[in-house]
């Protein structure tokens, strides 16, 4: 079986650099990192990490993003997948947004920009704890 | 509202005449008629009483010694309070009546001795319910001025609202472009403090230990990785990481992935092939790791860098926009740097799936102008131009010096505008955008704010093409 994934989707490249290297540095190689640049595009990578059987533990995601938004998108991930962790990372709080996630797609946390790896880490482990 | 309709009589009516039989009788016949009568016997006192209390309506007969009726009615006239008063004039029947004189004094009717009482009655009603009718008017007129004053003032509330409202818009995009640039810049400090605390010491001494040709390899990850330049999207990262896999699958390197990862972070897409011999060595992930983590800290530092940049874009776009001009007088501006701060601020909703292409003629003359208020325009225009292309598709803006005015040119390939409708889109509150996406004043203020510049706008269309012009005065009028 191979390893599981953690996917992050931010519209900026800068961003998911930035989450890429907390995320190793914190857990090494325990997991495989997937980085999207848009919904859509995280969207192809589940269903092509499904097809390999790569399970996905955590999603990261923004929430303004063109295109499909980050509640939208959690919500999508949500009804197929109802077991991944997601989390949202937002630059611009829509409280209304962030409601629905929680409603909707059983939102973890939300983080807000600029957040700190130490809150991106301790986030992301007590969603790991509950599985 | 009419006051008299309070009282228990029709009207107040002065009645001006030297011969007490007939102010008698004048006196019986309109009081009997519901009207309130004050009876005077001479000139002077009906102008005293008239100006004391101005009654509705002023019975005058003509012929009266010292002051005649004509002399009187020109002295009322004259007067503010009496002025609007109705003047029917007496006159005997053996007078020889100046008809013309009576209305030349302002008179507005006469009636003839011996009374016909009919006559006398509605004439008299006549003219009160004319004299109504007047102030009414009046009054009306009074609300109309008073109303289209309102509106004018509800009109400049809603220029600034939809200003707010369009800045509104903006703001929440706004806060994204900045806190995202400022995410990257603090975890990349982070991880550059985290790393300088964990290997600052040990790094020498790892160094050191390694033998010469594992330095050779540390160099020439750590080389390639810098060179590397051009920056790829996460899909086609992925693409190349899947094949870096297959490569080092091939050659029987165990965790593949996670070489082939790393890799991929540090810009190393391919030719590999003299790095094999390393990953096949037990100590080659360690190499790697370290080559890995001292790369990030170059990458950290250039994502400070650009992060940095585009956070002080964003501020600075920002502080342009709401340039506001305090004395309300025009100043001399550059209207690409106007258009340019209102791209900056729609980055975030232009960057994916918008190409802008601009044009803008070289050394252009500036313009004495409101710049916030052009603003407004611009962002009115690229937000139409930007929902009409459903955020995909291309944006184009020229500026051109023809003669003595500015020509903006927004074009965008969007759905276009149908001819049925292209004569109201000026109008204000006509959209066609679902509510809550349009209030269809965008282009009303427009229009007014170009008509304060004394410029024009007008917009061609067809489908995949619109086109909206905008020509502004070098030397406006005002
Ligand atoms: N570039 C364009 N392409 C296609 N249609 C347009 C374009 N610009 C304006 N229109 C049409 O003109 C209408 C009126 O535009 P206007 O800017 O006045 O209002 P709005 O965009 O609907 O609302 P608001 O500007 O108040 O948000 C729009 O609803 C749209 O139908
Ligand atoms: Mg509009």
Not at chain 1, 50 to 67: A, C, F, K, R, Y
Not at chain 2, 349 to 370: A, F, M, R
């Amino acid at each position: 079986m191979s390893k599981a994934a953690i996917l992050c989707v931010d519209d900026e490249v800068v961003v998911l650099n930035s989450l890429k290297i907390q995320l190793k540095r914190e857990f090494g190689d325990a997991y495989v990192y997937e980085v999207a640049e848009s919904a859509d595009e995280a969207l192809e990578i589940i269903d092509e990490l499904q097809s390999e059987e790569t399970d996905i533990l955590v999603i990261v995601s923004d929430w303004l993003m063109p295109g499909i938004k980050g509640d939208e998108f959690l919500i999508r991930v949500h009804e197929k997948y109802p077991k991944i962790i997601k989390v949202m990372l937002t630059g611009q709080a829509d409280e209304t947004a962030i409601q629905r996630a929680k409603e909707k797609a059983a939102l973890h946390n939300c983080l807000y920009k600029p957040w700190s790896s130490q809150e991106l880490i301790a986030t992301i482990k007590s969603g790991l704890e509950g599985l | 509202m009419n006051p008299d309709l309070k009282k228990n009589y029709k009207a107040n009516i002065l009645v001006v005449d030297d011969t007490p039989a007939n102010l008698r009788l004048l006196v019986g016949m309109l009081t009997e008629n519901g009207y309130k009568v004050r009876p005077v016997m001479d000139g002077e006192l009906a102008l005293t009483g008239a100006k004391a209390i101005p009654p509705d309506l002023i019975l005058l007969d003509i012929n009266m010694p010292k002051m005649n009726g004509y002399e009187v009615c020109e002295k009322l006239k004259e007067n503010e309070l009496t002025r609007e008063i109705p003047v029917i004039f007496i006159s005997a029947l053996d007078d020889v009546l100046d008809k013309v004189k009576a209305f030349q004094v302002g008179g507005v009717d006469y009636v003839t001795k011996p009374f016909q009482v009919e006559e006398v009655l509605m004439r008299v009603e006549t003219h009160l319910a004319i004299r109504q009718l007047e102030k009414n008017l009046i009054t009306k007129n009074q609300d109309l001025e008073m109303t289209v004053q309102q509106l004018q003032n509800t009109q400049e509330q809603l220029i600034q609202s939809e200003k707010m409202a369009a800045l509104g818009q903006l703001v929440a995009g706004i806060a994204h472009e900045i806190n995202t640039p400022l995410g990257a810049i603090r975890s990349s400090v982070e991880n550059i403090a985290d790393f300088l605390k964990e290997n600052l010491l040990q790094f020498p001494d790892f160094f050191n230990s390694l033998m010469p040709e594992y330095q050779q390899y540390f160099w020439e990850i750590l080389h390639r990785s810098s060179e590397q330049k051009n920056s790829l999207s996460s899909k086609e990262k992925r693409q190349l990481k899947k094949s870096l896999i297959k490569e080092l699958e091939a050659k029987e390197i165990s965790n593949a992935d996670t070489i082939a990862d790393t890799l991929v972070d540090l810009g190393i897409y391919d030719r590999i092939s003299s790095l094999v011999p390393l990953f096949q060595d037990e100590k080659g992930s360690q190499i790697l790791e370290k080559a890995y983590q001292i790369a990030s800290i170059q990458k950290s530092t250039d994502t400070i860098r650009t992060a940095t940049e585009k956070a002080a874009k964003v501020v600075f776009a920002l502080k342009n926009y709401a340039r506001y001009d305090h004395t309300g007088e025009k100043v001399r501006s550059q209207i690409p740097e106007g258009i340019d701060t209102v791209l900056t601020l729609y980055n975030n909703q232009l960057k994916h799936g918008i190409e802008v292409t601009k044009d803008y003629e070289p050394n252009l003359p500036s313009l004495l102008c409101y710049p916030d208020e052009l603003n407004q325009v611009w962002t009115n225009l690229i937000h139409n131009a930007i929902q009409a292309m459903d955020y995909k598709g291309h944006l184009a803006i020229n500026i051109t010096h023809q003669g003595d005015s500015l020509l903006v040119s927004i074009t965008d390939s969007g759905k276009g505008i149908p001819p049925d409708i292209m004569p109201r889109i000026f109008e204000p509150f006509f959209t066609t955008k679902p509510p809550g996406e349009g209030s269809g004043l965008g282009l009303d203020i427009v229009q007014k704010i170009i008509q304060k510049h004394d410029g024009k706008i007008f917009a061609e269309s067809v489908p995949g093409k619109t086109t909206f012009n905008v020509n502004l005065p070098l030397n406006p009028n005002s």
